[in-house]
């Protein structure tokens, strides 16, 4: 079983790689759907040996609004907004996979500090889910636009959901699902104001709103 997870956590990875060098915002979209379905995946399968309703209900959770509910919202917000479909980042493409690699590494280091509760899910677990955060952290700071961002607020989400596996006998419920609340909120909000930047400015690149005067 350790195989198979820390074969997830490699793709999980190669999904980190491929957000920060794709150039195109509905690529962007459904590499986030499918990072999503990966992580709820990986909650079933960490948990296989003793999987009980709350564990399934966590990880079909995770897929289903990770992998469809919020990509769905975020397509809708693609068309309303009629955007340019280049993600334009502040970072080049090649210099933020760089950084994500980079990113990886200090996980690692990171995470020999921060043991595994569960020694038998895979170690590759805590340091993905640092990289992930990280990821989602660069992604919201490097990109131009406000959709961007919003991916970037669901892969840091994401990252959060991952950590979360490791200790998914231990953390109540009512947190998991709290955190999977706060992220829909915000990528519903994200989307309202997307459609509204792109109505009355005709466009969402957030580095235009410094042109504005009081």
């Known amino acids: 079983m350790n195989t198979i997870l820390d074969l997830l956590m490699v793709l999980l990875l190669f999904t980190n790689l491929r957000l920060l060098g794709m150039s195109r915002l509905g690529g962007s979209i459904r590499t986030v759907a499918g990072q999503g379905v990966l992580l709820g995946v990986v909650a079933l399968l960490a948990h296989a040996d003793h999987l009980t309703g709350r564990v399934l209900l966590i990880g079909l959770a995770g897929m289903t609004l990770k992998g469809i509910v919020f990509p769905v919202l975020l397509f809708r917000a693609l068309r309303g907004a009629k955007v340019r479909r280049e993600v334009e980042p502040f970072v080049g493409y090649t210099a933020s996979v760089l950084v994500g690699a980079g990113a990886f590494v ?13 020694a038998g899910i895979s170690g590759l677990l805590v340091p993905t889910a640092l990289c992930t955060l990280f990821v989602g952290l660069f992604l919201i700071v490097s990109r131009k636009k406000a959709l961007t961002q919003a991916l970037g607020y669901l892969v840091f989400e994401n990252g959060i959901y991952a950590f979360g596996v490791s200790v998914a006998f231990r953390a109540p419920l009512l947190v998991e699902m709290g955190v999977l609340l706060d992220i829909f909120v915000a990528v519903f909000v994200m989307g309202i104001t997307i459609f509204q930047i792109s109505r009355e400015f005709d466009s969402i690149d957030t580095t235009r709103l410094a042109t504005l005067k009081e």
């Open 106 to 118: 200090v996980s690692l280091l990171v995470a020999g500090r921060l043991p595994l509760p569960d």
